[in-house]
């Protein structure tokens, strides 16, 4: 799995110990707060942190000159996903949660935007192609939000989460003449 281009990688890994009853709970809290689908979304949020935490202690390794080229391009990457300050440094990368990187997701930023009343209704939302980032229509609840992009994200203008469902859909009685 993987070694040809059109064969993608699995992007994710599971936890080691996956019946550690507190990291159960932990889980199943993050899910509903968050609104994630699965615990797969959970774990790919954890291995992308890794990475982004892998990298940034990698760099702690180098020598002063190395790292003086190669930590602006870390930082300048999580400085534009909202996930760090301008001014920050590594050890701020290292003290990253999995909670950080969630909060970046178009699922969550249109939940506080748009003011809805849980994290599954905007995903609903996002799902069903009523979230717009400027003028394109958005449908991914995973999409990293930018921060250039974050006061562009709103509910598309035909949306209405206020209605019901009986005042929306017209009843018609009368049947087509065949």
Do not use: C
């Amino acid at each position: 799995m993987g070694d040809h281009p059109k064969n993608s990688r699995k992007m994710w890994r599971k936890p080691k110990r996956p019946l550690n009853y507190d990291l159960l709970n932990e889980e199943l809290y993050v899910l509903g707060s968050y609104g994630l689908k699965n615990k797969r979304e959970l774990w790919k949020a954890h291995t992308e942190l890794s990475r982004i935490r892998n990298q940034a202690r990698s760099l702690l390794a180098l020598t002063q000159e190395i790292r003086s080229k190669k930590e602006p391009i870390l930082m300048k990457s999580l400085t534009r996903i909202g996930l760090v300050k301008e001014d920050s440094t590594l050890d701020d990368v290292l003290n990253l949660k999995v909670t950080d990187l969630l909060s970046r997701r178009l699922q969550t930023v249109i939940q506080k935007k748009g003011n809805l009343r849980s994290p599954y209704l905007a995903r609903q939302a996002v799902v069903h192609g009523h979230v717009m980032i400027g003028e394109r229509i958005v449908n991914i609840p995973s999409y990293t939000v930018t921060v250039e992009e974050e006061d562009k994200v709103r509910l598309s203008p035909d949306v209405d989460f206020d209605k019901t469902k009986q005042g929306t859909i017209p009843l018609e009685t009368e049947q087509p003449a065949a």
